[in-house]
């Protein structure tokens, strides 16, 4: 089976965690530090805090943006649970607002009518690695003084008008994960870049517990916090996979023309695309099939013949969870979208072959006839 998406880990890395495992420190030290120090460096932010995942990072995201319960946040319907699920562990409420019919991402143009006076955040998701208009939502965040917390877990190398995401340019705070499928992975692991110190040190202090110093040097717990701390030997792997972060965005880069180049001339099917101004990092490949029956029909057609596909995402709204909040939504291009949507594999180390074979699979499923039964 070809997975929809797979780490990469060379002998570099593993001989990076064996170190730790050889020293005295396993828990949070020295490397999470220097894995913090990079990931800042390498997103052009003045602040990193690396924690167990990405959700525990959106939940430090959201508490130091000051949400609370009552709170209303904007985002999109097309992402993981994980982005809104955090809104409601703080006891505020996910509004969803419809997605663009070319990038799947949040439509920026239909945010400002969701603003109520309860208001308080935007949360945009770059979908897939493609960068949100930032630009266009950080002016509405600003008309009416909302927070921006950029969920990037898809876009670590991604870059927008030639900034990094996590350069917080036109974010208050950007959050990753470092799960085996996304850009570099710690095994489980996430981090918040911001350029605010406020919020830097508050974080700190939730990772552990609430625990502080006080001018004595004692240890007291001002603030309710959590254990969020990452392990030297995540960081460890964490700091190495970064060295070589920009060549695996590259060779995503060039499964996806790969892709592009086999499967252009079938009519059945919609590309996606790469919007002006957005260097993607292709967290995943989504593929649309404009006829759901031919859509499943597909996807049961590669899974057979051996490829993992996904479906990236089912709209949040729609879980039966959320349904019981009363969730009651039909967005019109989220609803055509989860509907047409196909994940093909797209990760580094995936070669030229195995693309021919799926998309061989792909072009027969549409030419001989398969697509009909
Ligand atoms: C992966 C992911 C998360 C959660 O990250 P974990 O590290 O798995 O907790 C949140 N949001 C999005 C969009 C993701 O893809």
């Known amino acids: 089976m070809i997975p929809y998406g797979h780490q990469n880990i060379d002998e570099d890395d593993i001989d990076e965690v064996i170190k730790v495992l050889k020293s005295?420190?396993?828990?949070?030290?020295?490397?999470?530090?220097?894995?913090?120090?990079?990931?800042?460096?390498?997103?052009?932010?003045?602040?990193?805090?690396?924690?167990?995942?990405?959700?525990?990072a959106l939940h430090l995201a959201y508490l130091a943006s000051g949400l609370k319960p009552g709170d209303e946040v904007i985002t999109t319907p097309n992402t993981f649970v994980a982005t809104t699920n955090m809104l409601l562990a703080i006891g505020a409420k996910p509004i969803f607002c419809d997605i663009r019919e070319d990038s799947y991402n949040i439509d920026e143009k239909k945010i400002e009518k969701l603003i109520t006076a309860k208001t308080r955040a935007?949360?945009?998701?770059?979908f897939s690695g493609q960068p949100c208009e930032m630009e266009k939502i950080k002016k509405i965040a600003k008309k009416y003084k909302l927070a921006v917390i950029e969920d990037a877990c898809h876009a670590l190398g991604a870059k927008y008008k030639n900034s990094k995401i996590g350069s917080c340019k036109f974010s208050d705070l950007a959050v990753f994960s470092f799960h085996p499928v996304k850009s570099i992975t710690t095994g489980e692991g996430g981090a918040i870049l911001t350029n605010n110190r406020e919020y830097y040190e508050k974080i700190l202090t939730w990772r552990t517990h609430g625990i502080n110093k006080d001018a004595a040097g004692k240890n007291i717990m001002t603030e309710l916090g959590y254990n969020y701390r990452m392990t030297d030997i995540q960081a460890a792997l964490g700091a190495s996979q970064l060295k070589k972060l920009d060549k695996f965005i590259r060779e995503r880069r060039r499964v996806v023309s790969w892709y592009a180049k086999e499967l252009k001339n079938i009519k059945d099917i919609i590309l996606p695309v790469e919007l002006p101004g957005n260097y993607s990092s292709w967290h995943i490949y989504v593929i649309r099939v404009k006829d759901k029956k031919k859509r499943d029909g597909l996807a049961e057609y590669l899974k057979i013949n051996g490829v993992g596909v996904n479906f990236h995402y089912p709209a949040v709204y729609n879980h039966p969870y959320y349904r019981r909040l009363g969730y009651d939504l039909k967005l019109k291009n989220t609803e055509i979208y989860h509907r047409t949507c196909l994940t093909l594999p797209c990760f580094v180390g995936l070669e030229r072959a195995k693309i021919c074979q799926i998309t061989g699979l792909v072009k027969s499923y549409f030419t001989f006839g398969l697509s009909k039964k």
């Open 122 to 126: 935007i949360v945009p998701v770059h």
């Open 24 to 56: 005295d420190w396993l828990t949070q030290g020295p490397k999470v530090l220097e894995f913090e120090r990079a990931l800042a460096k390498y997103g052009g932010a003045k602040y990193a805090v690396a924690v167990t995942n990405g959700t525990s």
